[in-house]
T-cell receptor, first 115, second 114 residues
Framework: DTGVSQDPRHKITKRGQNVTFRCDPI?????LYWYRQTLGQGPEFLTY????????KSRLLSDRFSAERPKGSFSTLEIQRTEQGDSAMYLC?????????????FGNGTRLTVT | AQSVSQHNHHVILSEAASLELGCNYS??????LFWYVQYPGQHLQLLLK??????LVKGIKGFEAEFIKSKFSFNLRKPSVQWSDTAEYFC????????????FGTGTSLTVIP
């Protein structure tokens, strides 16, 4: 178990720029989740995949956010035309779903700062 | 959608004191329940989980939690805290069976004074 890996650890960008984050889940895990966390809050669900299929996306998620998991392994989260309100920690987690009771394994996150 | 409430936002205890952190959720059906911990500078780690069976579950580092279905609660306990327990604690819930979204509480920051 090499753990969930996220890249980069930190990203500073100017408002209006596009950013992309990558997540490599634990290799045998079929589910991959993206969460966002701001100071003083718990992780907020963004979207999740089972293998390469995106099964659910938060209704609160702006159209500027898109995620992919093209081969059912790593995933990318892209934010277009970033805004200052996008500044947050973006967390990736994975699980081996076999029927509903599998815990999430988290990565260290990507901290995004939009200036 | 589920909601998860953690009533204690910040708790300060002396070493050896007992700990209880509250967690309540809103979903009335079958649930899976989790407590995660985030030590300073580290990623979220699973402390313990409840799926079914004995409502008193034991986790790592001496933590335990009790599922009380009638109260929609899953409180975390530890009889005697240590300085190394200083961390952020998050309760999480997902719907049993589908296990899709995980809903998290806002977290409780625990500071243990030596």
């Amino acid at each position: 178990d090499t753990g969930v890996s996220q890249d980069p650890r930190h990203k500073i960008t100017k408002r209006g720029q596009n950013v992309t984050f990558r997540c490599d889940p634990i290799s045998e895990h079929n589910r991959l989740y993206w969460y966002r966390q701001t100071l003083g809050q718990g992780p907020e669900f963004l979207t999740y995949f089972q293998n390469e299929a995106q099964l659910e996306k938060s209704r609160l998620l702006s159209d500027r956010f898109s995620a992919e998991r093209p081969k059912g392994s790593f995933s990318t989260l892209e934010i277009q035309r970033t805004e200052q309100g996008d500044s947050a920690m973006y967390l990736c987690a994975s699980s081996l779903f076999t029927g509903g009771n599998s815990p999430l394994h988290f990565g260290n996150g990507t901290r995004l700062t939009v200036t | 959608a589920q909601s998860v409430s953690q009533h204690n936002h910040h708790v300060i205890l002396s070493e050896a004191a007992s700990l209880e952190l509250g967690c309540n959720y809103s979903y009335g059906g079958t649930v899976n329940l989790f407590w995660y911990v985030q030590y300073p500078g580290q990623h979220l780690q699973l402390l313990l989980k409840y799926f079914s069976g004995d409502p008193l579950v034991k986790g790592i580092k001496g933590f335990e939690a009790e599922f009380i279905k009638s109260k929609f609660s899953f409180n975390l306990r530890k009889p005697s805290v240590q300085w190394s327990d200083t961390a952020e604690y998050f309760c999480a819930v997902n719907e049993g069976g589908t296990g899709n979204q995980f809903y998290f509480g806002t977290g409780t920051s625990l500071t243990v004074i030596p």
